[in-house]
């Protein structure tokens, strides 16, 4: 009988929501090549009965709701726990071992007593320190803390996607109980047929000819910093920025407002064939993120051969490595762009760099072997799969 794993905590595959919905997708890819049934539970708007398809030998359990924003998630989340207890309920009355649960986030992770109860392992992947991003008000911060320190207490497992947080979540729970892995990223090449070079010159931009910015356009971001600081004098580059920017959301106009001749502004860009492309053709990565763990924007510009500028603290730090350049400010930013952009063996110094770093940690195979490594060791009992049985682990 194949192993089996139920992913919850994400809208769904194929991704198109996110980091951690891509990570859900690039996983179950790879543990169903290796000889696992994986089921994903998909968030779909609207009404209608729950039902089964199938992508890529993966299941997918489709839930319809209606109830729109944070609210229809988190109906959703307690709707796919239900199903999956249904599920565990069914293999037990067929005498079947029933694998384990993977759970991405920890936004409802106090419904996850559900699953602890009915002894339901569980694996809780929790994400980074969502309570004290800038964004969230006061009820909602309080939500996550609360559901931080439930998902710390319900979670079989704990994985981390950054040393750091696993030392944050460690101030919580015992340390043993955390595997820091964070996330990967394919190494991704410049391809210079004229269809890529067609795509670049439509959205106004040359090969080598522009630096990359790609983030939600949040003040914890940096954004507003990097478009001012770039626009503070004449780069001889341009500056593309990538996102959805909305004229009724203040921070957004004023991010537009700072923006100099130099800085574009693309729209949000969801080509799964030309953000990695758009990446690969550019001179430079600017990376504000200033709270969470290991970003998955950051690691894809580390798999691109980027030239890196980040936001110092010791996330980004983590991640990118001595060889990225570091900034807090607009006008530290200032000083290390015009630092780096008049010394072509810098930024190529910088761009090896980027590469190094990610084959020695942010390779997608070898996340994705950490993480095979680590369920195989929670799964509930003996199941034979392709490489050989394997037991469980205490």
């Known amino acids: 009988m194949k192993p089996t794993l139920r992913i919850l905590g994400i809208r769904g595959v194929p991704a198109a929501h996110g980091g951690f919905e891509s990570f859900a997708e690039a996983l179950s890819l790879h543990l169903v090549a290796e000889g696992w049934r994986v089921i994903v539970y998909c968030q779909e708007d609207g009404t209608g009965p729950v039902r089964d398809e199938a992508w890529c030998g993966i299941e997918r359990v489709v839930i319809p709701v209606r109830v729109p924003g944070t609210p229809g998630t988190m109906v959703f989340d307690w709707l796919s726990i239900g199903h999956a207890l249904a599920q565990h309920r069914a293999a037990q009355h067929r005498g079947e071992p029933d694998g384990l649960c993977l759970t991405l986030g920890y936004n409802t992770a106090a419904f996850c007593l559900r ?120 780069r001889g580059l341009l500056l593309a920025v990538l996102g959805r920017y909305d004229d009724g959301d203040a921070y957004h106009r004023r991010v537009r407002a700072a923006a100099g001749p130099e800085v574009r502004f693309l729209g949000a860009i969801y080509d799964r064939a030309l953000v990695p492309q758009l990446r690969a053709h550019g001179m430079l990565y600017v990376h504000g993120h200033q709270v969470g763990g290991t970003n998955p924007s950051l690691v894809e510009a580390l798999g691109a051969g980027n030239a890196v500028l980040a936001h110092d603290n010791r996330f980004n730090r983590w991640v990118a490595g001595p060889g990225a350049g570091y900034f807090r400010d607009a006008a530290s930013l200032d000083a290390v762009l015009s630092a780096v952009l008049g010394n072509p063996a810098r930024l190529a110094a910088m761009a090896e760099a980027s590469r190094a770093r990610h084959g020695e940690a942010f390779t997608q195979q070898g996340v994705l072997g950490q993480h095979a490594a680590l369920l195989r060791q929670w799964l509930p009992a003996v199941a034979p799969q392709a490489g050989g049985p394997h037991g469980a682990a205490g």
């Open 115 to 234: 699953l602890k109860a009915a002894g339901v392992r569980n694996v809780i992947n929790m994400d980074g320190i969502e309570w004290r991003r800038a964004k969230w008000g006061a009820a909602a911060k309080a939500w996550f803390w609360l559901n931080e320190r439930a998902g710390c207490w319900l979670g079989d497992h704990l994985v981390a996607d950054h040393p750091e947080i696993a030392t944050h979540l460690a101030t919580r729970t015992a340390a043993r109980h955390i595997t820091p892995i964070p996330y990967g990223a394919e190494a991704v090449v410049p391809r210079h047929e004229s269809e890529v070079l067609l795509a670049l010159s439509r959205l106004g931009l040359s090969s080598g000819g522009y630096a990359t910015l790609i983030a939600r356009p949040e003040p914890e971001n940096s954004i507003l910093e990097i478009v001012e600081a770039w626009s503070a004098r004449r």
